[in-house]
């Protein structure tokens, strides 16, 4: 894998690209035809999203009318407030929030903590161990997830949150992570820090953990998005009513009410709202974490 | 309690025992460090994949034990109309998903790389359905896509076309159909990789080309292709193996339909497994799709590797 090792600052993506690239501008004719593109398709990017959002606040017979009607009749607010009479939102946020935290934070431990003994302790098998990690990510989740079924039906985890936190905790990907980035941090630290007689999980925690904050956040992120919007997992492992995410409930939701078609709309804006919001006030850390798997992956 | 990680430098008889001590220590604490993550990992990831190939030669249902029946779930698989359908609606889906999102990825991290101002929020925009959950997208383009009062329908008929296409109630629409939310759904996401890849390439390059006067063009394809291979390989794989194994997209499109027009591996292996408890069968799909992802990936390691020579 080492022909992918490239050596870019992950951050490179956000400082402005005037200060690296000193070219002259592009002419004014260029310019506004690659305005014309950008803007055309962020149009058809952003057209579902519009599509839902203006649905969502039509009657139902409003949202299918010929001609299309881009802009609701008049503002139904109350679909947001049916919402939660007609389905179990309340349980299946409440569910969905106890997943993301509980596996984010395991995600955050497991991860980090693996990831120093594979980027700062030396010893026999580090490195073909690190390598059936990695080639992990290569195996379609899909193609095991029948035996994995099994064990975790054998161990009585089926059917429970559990299933869940098992499943999405201990993924390779936080450790491939964190390990790129504890590798960017100087060897000569940690060999102080030996020297003044601290030992390796003092240095974890005192040195390594603070150091790697903007690591931490960008998988803390990731991991959280990946939990929040996970729809085979929950599909497969929570067979209870009571027991559904989000994305497992609005599921349900659409084939019980499938001709309600505002309220569908209502379900998923609230479904994909907290994760627009996390997303937009962390956007850096998430352009940072893909960044880093993709370019040193 | 000093961990020192060099060796010392004669090997006396005192320092060699000292030595492989230390080698012990190190060895004791790295896999401390481990454990966490990796019992977790050795029971859920790849315990199941060592169990499925046992899996794959035995018939089981849920009750009862696996019974050793050697290659008889691959010789029904030989004779399985549906599996040669699924695996042909994957290769369909992969030969288009590939370059569709390639290409577009491309295009955006080409166009956002450079000094514009609103980048940011195109980048943002781009990246947006990435994140968006599956259930939402997949529920949203249903309705878009629908046949009779459907917006993308009605915007192809002020358009012209009078007889626009049924989409996902369509069986030779369904599976575009697939594709193009696949492709709306992951481009901002290779499009990062991209634009972290062109942001590698050093300014002097392009330089030295314009000096010795290469247009655009000739620009791109001296300078630009050749940098950007390690990141076009990385998501040539990653695009692979997320097309091989597409699921929930048509889980919550189309459900394999209508017939089996975009019945794909996955999913198959779903059915067969999840809802008719054939847990031997389902695992002889599932070695196919592992093989399939494996024998691709290595197939692309050693191309990259002859190119890059």
New interface residues.
């Given amino acids: 894998m080492d ?2 090792l ?3 600052p ?1 951050d ?2 956000l400082t402005p ?2 200060r ?4 002259k ?2 002419n004014p004719v260029v ?1 506004v035809l ?2 014309v ?2 803007i055309a ?2 149009a ?6 519009y ?2 959002v203006v ?1 969502s606040l039509k009657t139902d017979n409003d ?6 009607k881009w802009l609701p009749h008049s503002v139904i607010w109350h679909n947001y407030l049916d919402i939660w009479r007609k389905s179990q939102m309340t349980t299946w946020l409440k569910n969905t929030l106890i997943l993301s935290f509980v596996v984010t934070a395991l995600q955050l ?3 980090s ?2 990831a ?3 980027a700062k ?4 098998g ?1 490195d073909l ?1 690190f390598i ?2 990695v080639g ?1 990510i ?15 039906s054998h161990l009585h985890l089926s059917n429970s949150l559990w299933s869940i936190i ?2 999405q ?2 993924g ?1 990907l ?2 491939f992570l964190m390990k790129q980035y504890y590798e960017s941090i100087p060897e000569e630290l940690s060999e102080a820090a ?2 003044d ?1 601290m ?2 999980y003092g240095i ?1 925690r005192r040195i390594m953990l603070p150091l790697s904050a903007p690591a931490l956040a960008s998988l803390a992120l990731l991991t959280f ?1 990946n939990t ?2 996970d ?2 997992g929950p ?2 492992y929570l067979r209870s009513p009571n027991l559904r995410t ?2 497992l409930g ?2 349900t939701f ?1 084939s019980q009410y499938n001709a309600e ?1 505002a309220l ?2 209502t ?3 609230l ?2 709202l907290p ?2 919001v996390i ?2 006030l962390g ?1 850096r850390y ?2 940072e974490g ?2 880093t798997t ?2 040193k ?1 | ?5 060099e060796a010392p430098a004669r090997p006396t008889r005192p320092a060699r025992r000292r030595r492989s001590r230390q ?1 012990w220590r ?2 004791a ?6 454990l ?6 050795a ?7 060592l ?2 190939f046992y ?1 794959a030669f035995t018939d089981w249902n849920v009750f009862g034990v696996a019974k050793w029946t050697g290659l008889a779930n691959f010789q029904r698989l030989i004779h399985d109309q549906s599996f040669w359908t699924a695996l042909e609606n994957t290769l369909y889906y992969t030969a288009l998903h590939i370059p569709l999102t390639m290409g577009a990825a491309l295009g ?1 991290a080409l ?6 101002r ?2 940011a ?9 990435y ?7 997949a ?3 249903n ?2 896509f ?1 046949p ?4 993308v329908d ?1 915007v192809l008929r002020v358009v012209g076309i009078s007889h626009p296409p049924g989409w996902t109630v369509s069986t030779t629409w369904s599976m575009p159909a697939v594709i193009l939310v696949g492709t ?1 759904r992951e481009m ?2 290779y499009m ?2 991209f ?3 062109l ?2 390439i050093p ?1 002097q390059l ?2 030295a080309a ?1 000096v010795d006067g290469a247009n655009a063009w000739q620009r791109f394809r001296a300078v630009t292709v050749p940098s950007l291979r ?2 076009t ?3 040539t ?2 695009l692979t ?1 997320g097309s ?2 597409v ?2 997209l048509i ?2 499109l189309t459900n394999g339909g209508p017939g089996q027009s975009t019945l794909v ?2 999913q198959y ?2 059915q067969t ?2 809802q008719e408890n054939h ?1 031997g069968y ?2 002889a799909i ?2 196919v ?2 093989v399939l ?2 024998v691709v ?1 290595i197939v692309q390691f050693l191309v ?2 002859r190119r ?1 020579v």
């Fill in positions: 022909t992918m490239q050596s870019a992950a490179a993506l690209i005037a690296r690239r000193p070219g501008r592009a310019r690659i305005y593109l950008l398709a962020a058809g990017v952003l057209l579902p999203f599509w839902m649905s949202v299918f009318t010929v001609p299309i431990f497991t991860g903590f693996a120093y003994g594979f302790v030396r010893f026999p580090r161990l059936v990690y992990t290569a195996v379609p989740w899909q193609s095991y997830m029948i035996p994995q079924f099994i064990l975790m098992a499943l905790a201990f390779a936080g450790v030996r020297i007689g030992s390796e974890y998005v929040w919007n729809y085979l599909l497969i989000i994305q609005l599921s659409i078609y569908i709309m379900g998923s804006v479904s994909v994760i627009a997303f937009l956007q998430f352009v893909i960044a993709g370019l992956g | 309690m000093a961990t020192t990680i080698v190190n060895t604490v790295g896999w401390s460090f481990l966490p993550n990796f019992i977790g990992f029971v859920l990831t790849l315990a199941p994949v169990v499925l899996l955006l166009l956002l790389n450079r000094k514009l609103g980048v929020f195109f980048r943002t925009v781009a990246f947006f359905p994140i968006t959950s599956i259930v939402a997208a529920q949203v383009w309705m878009l629908s009779q009062y459907g917006p009605a709306w901002g996401y990062l990789i634009l972290a890849g942001q590698t300014a392009y330089e314009r390690p990141t390989f990385f998501v794989v990653m193996i091989f194994k699921f929930d889980l919550l591996l996955s292996i779903y497994g999840f847990f389902a695992s599932s070695v799709l592992f992802c494996f990936t990259n590797k890059s």
